[in-house]
T-cell receptor
C-alpha cells in the first residue's frame, strides 16, 4: 500500500529564506507524486507533480521538488520565501492503478516570519 | 477548460439530520470522481471514488454514502448526521495523472 510521511507539522522560516518541506513516500508501484497547497477554508491547489519524467519538477509560484528514488523522497523547495506562501502544504502519492485516488500526508503548516 | 463546482460552501446541521452535498464537473466526460474529508488537525481521508455512473467504491466504513446519478455529478449523503461527521469535504476529479479539487464544503454538525 502507498503511504506518505511529511516531516514536521509546522515549519517556520523568515521572509526571503529558503523553504524546505520534507516528504517521504512508500509505494509498491512506480510512484506518481504531488504537492498541493491549501489556504484557509479553500480547496487544494496543485503546485507540481512527478509522473516518471524529469526528476526535478518545477511548479507554480517558484516551487520545485526533486524525486529521489534511492531516498524515497520528494521534498518541496523554494529559494526565497514570501509572506503569501504561508499556507498548509500536502504531499500525496497516487494509490494503486490510478482510478482510486490519492493518499495524502498529514500536511505541513508553513509559517513565514517577517 | 475543466471546472469543478461544490456547494454549499458552508453548512451547519443538527445531529440526526440528513445531508446532501453536491459536486459537478464541467468540460470533461466520464471523469473519475472522489470525495475526501479533512477533519480538524488531520490530513485528507479518501471517502469514496467513482469511475462511472452508478459505480461507487467506499474506502472506509462510515455514516456516509455516495451516489453518481449522472456522468458529471457526484453526491455525498447521510440519513442521520453524527457529531463526528463534522469536517471539510472536498470533491475532486482526475484527468491524466492530475487531480483537481473543488473549493470544499465546511460542515459543522451541532
Amino acid at each position: 500500500a502507498q503511504s506518505v510521511t511529511q516531516l514536521g507539522s509546522h515549519v517556520s522560516v523568515s521572509e526571503g529564506a529558503l523553504v524546505l518541506l520534507r516528504c517521504n513516500y512508500s509505494s509498491s508501484v512506480p510512484p506518481y507524486l504531488f504537492w498541493y497547497v491549501q489556504y484557509p477554508n479553500q480547496g487544494l491547489q496543485l503546485l507540481l507533480k512527478y509522473t516518471s519524467a524529469a526528476t526535478l519538477v518545477k511548479g507554480i509560484n517558484g516551487f520545485e521538488a526533486e524525486f529521489k528514488k534511492s531516498e524515497t523522497s520528494f521534498h518541496l523547495t523554494k529559494p526565497s520565501a514570501h509572506m503569501s506562501d504561508a499556507a498548509e502544504y500536502f504531499c500525496a502519492v497516487r494509490k494503486g492503478g490510478g482510478a482510486d485516488g490519492l493518499t495524502f500526508g498529514k500536511g505541513t503548516h508553513l509559517i513565514i516570519q517577517p | 477548460s475543466q471546472t469543478i463546482h461544490q456547494w454549499p460552501a458552508t453548512l451547519v446541521q443538527p445531529v440526526g439530520s440528513p445531508l446532501s452535498l453536491e459536486c459537478t464537473v464541467e468540460g470533461t466526460s466520464n471523469p473519475n470522481l472522489y470525495w475526501y474529508r479533512q477533519a480538524a488537525g488531520r490530513g485528507l481521508q479518501l471517502l469514496f471514488y467513482s469511475v462511472g455512473i452508478g459505480q461507487i467504491s467506499s474506502e472506509v466504513p462510515q455514516n456516509l454514502s455516495a451516489s453518481r446519478p449522472q456522468d458529471r455529478q457526484f453526491i455525498l449523503s447521510s440519513k442521520k448526521l453524527l457529531l463526528s461527521d463534522s469536517g471539510f469535504y472536498l470533491c475532486a476529479w482526475s484527468g491524466t495523472y492530475g487531480y483537481t479539487f473543488g473549493s470544499g464544503t465546511r460542515l459543522t454538525v451541532v
